[in-house]
């Protein structure tokens, strides 16, 4: 399995960890926005492009910088409003980041763009409330494809 890939997965199960009721997709052909969004929130890990890598010759080494598009959305329940539940879902999520900045050393290093947030219109009485960041993983590998 290609380091990106492993990356990728190991993402999706920090994530699923670290936010245990929402339901978490991608790397599955299950990237499509949701008609409707579960109680819990949805989070959605795109593949993202790890983009044109930086070589170093000596020994051979690609260095990636990896642009993962991260989806969050969340919906009001009866005592948190859309963007208090979209906030803490965020804050778990930046924490497990915290916590494990190289993924167990699957890479060198995990940064975060600060989100945005606003209402998505999906079918239901209140919109959600939806936020998309990019975490960018830095990694190294000794192929263009592995």
Same mark, same amino acid.
Do not use: Q
């Given at each position: 399995? &290609?380091?990106?890939?492993?990356? $990728?997965?190991? $993402?999706?199960?920090?994530?699923?960890?670290?936010?245990?009721?929402?339901?978490?997709?991608?790397?599955?052909?299950?990237?499509?926005?949701?008609? /409707?969004?579960?109680?819990?929130? /949805?989070?959605?890990? /795109?593949?993202?492009?790890?983009?044109?890598?930086?070589?170093?010759?000596?020994?051979?080494?690609?260095?990636?910088?990896?642009?993962?598009?991260?989806?969050?959305?969340?919906?009001?329940?009866?005592?948190?409003?859309?963007?208090?539940?979209?906030? @803490?879902? $965020?804050?778990?999520?930046?924490?497990?980041?915290? +916590?494990?900045?190289?993924?167990?050393? $699957?890479?060198?290093?995990?940064?975060?763009?600060?989100?945005? &947030?606003?209402?998505?219109?999906?079918?239901?009485?209140?919109?959600? /409330?939806?936020?998309?960041?990019?975490?960018? +993983? @830095?990694?190294?590998?000794?192929?263009?494809?592995?």
């Amino acid at each position: 399995m &290609s380091k990106k890939l492993e990356i $990728l997965k190991k $993402l999706k199960l920090l994530t699923a960890v670290a936010i245990p009721l929402a339901e978490v997709v991608g790397l599955d052909g299950e990237e499509a926005a949701p008609a /409707r969004v579960p109680a819990n929130g /949805r989070i959605i890990i /795109r593949t993202g492009d790890p983009g044109e890598p930086e070589i170093d010759l000596s020994p051979l080494a690609y260095n990636w910088s990896h642009r993962i598009p991260i989806e969050f959305v969340a919906v009001e329940t009866a005592t948190l409003t859309s963007e208090e539940a979209l906030d @803490n879902m $965020l804050v778990r999520f930046g924490a497990a980041i915290a +916590a494990d900045r190289h993924l167990g050393g $699957l890479c060198d290093w995990l940064g975060i763009a600060a989100p945005g &947030s606003e209402d998505i219109y999906t079918d239901g009485a209140e919109p959600p /409330r939806g936020a998309e960041l990019v975490l960018t +993983a @830095n990694y190294v590998t000794d192929s263009e494809l592995s």
